[in-house]
């Protein structure tokens, strides 16, 4: 829809415009999605049974939400998903600080001039997506930051310290009309969780040792981690209180659902065979259901992203050095993306030092259950046969694919390698080479042949 013409707040009534509560606006909004059978929550996966209808009966009702959840659950997407429940332009007063609506003005300002200019008083339009605000809670953010301070140089214009229109407004406020958003709720300093007390309940504002009286429609949203959210961590308990509803968040239940946000989310500069996604995920669902990981910090989706796109920073890598046609990764990249995540992870204390023989192993798990679900009914015997015979088969990092293929046994007759292709639809070389290299690292996990590895490089034999 284009952005409205009207200009006046008498052409506005003119039009037949109705004025409605922001709450009203989302549920208004969300009701009418479901009905019509849109989905209100685009790019949010594995949700749909669980999260999703809970924040879906919250907005209903009209309740600030929190999230509760570990780090990379998709808090922060779910948040800015809300601004799609807006209408996509909404009407506001032209010029006034808090973008009140011209049917409402509520500071003194917007009051006079709609008094002053009456029918003549000139709107604005503003996007839905100007009608979300986010801040990210650090100890430092002030009580000026999220609700506003005493502004000295208004002051020295010669208002009184008392007069409302003295006031820097926070971010809070000039979110009337709109969804404020605050991740990691619990690392604001208890002074100003206190300062959010009234904005919350009684939608008023304090400032200074006194109060101004300010009517805000204003959605407040939070997340935070299960363990801060507490009377023990850091969330004092009234502002607990404030909040509606109290959601739980988690990762992605399904396999399914974890590749598909690893493909959502990745931005991949070389072809990433789905197989490859298909371990990565295997490999972080693996971590998270492992005893010897810190499952309190969690395992972000963000390490299964960066994973992919690092396997496909790889194959660019090899493809600039080894002149290949095509970027392509192959399995033998997924050992780089190791090695730079391991950070990523944060292991028990007893663990120290098994770190990398940790993760290995995981990987090597999650590699033979990918094979087993592609290859299986697959006869390997002539290519083990061809191997036993003395045969070896090198790859690496920088090992071109058309090097790869050409050094592969002849198996006479036998079709298995197009038959290994197929099943993973390979058909330019880089695909091909990946394919197969994945069938021989099978075979190795299965203790079918031998694997020598270093440097970058693999010989199976």
Known sequence: MNRPTVATVGELRASGHALKSLRAEIRDNLLEALSEGRDPWPGLHGFETTVIPQVERALIAG?????????????????????????????????????????????????????????????????????????????????????GDVDPMKVAEGRSLGDPETIHFGLIPRSHRG??????????AERIQVAMLNVMEERDIQIRGYVLRLPLDVLVMASANPEDYTNRGRIITPLKDRFGAEIRTHYPTELDDEVAVIRQEAELAAEVPDYLVEILARFTRALRGSSAVDQRSGVSARFAIAGAETIAAAAIHRQARQGETEAVARPIDLETAVDVLGGKIEFESGEEGREDEILEHLLRTATAETVRAHFRGIDFGVLVDALESGIMVTTGEQVAARDFLAGLPSLGESELYDEICDRLGATNDGQRAGAIELALEGLYLARKVSKESGGGEAIYG
């Open 63 to 147: 309740h600030d939400i929190v999230l509760l959840g570990e780090r990379g659950q998709g808090k922060t997407r779910l948040l800015r998903t809300m601004s799609g429940l807006l209408d996509e332009w909404s009407p506001v007063i032209e010029g006034s600080e808090l973008g009140e609506h011209p049917f409402e003005p509520i500071t003194a300002a917007s009051r006079r001039r709609a008094a002053d200019e009456g029918d003549d008083l000139p709107i604005a339009w503003r996007h839905r997506s100007d009608r979300y605000f986010e801040k990210l809670a650090t100890p430092d953010t002030s009580v000026a930051d999220l609700i």
């Open 179 to 188: 969804i404020v958003a605050i991740n990691e709720l619990p690392d604001l």
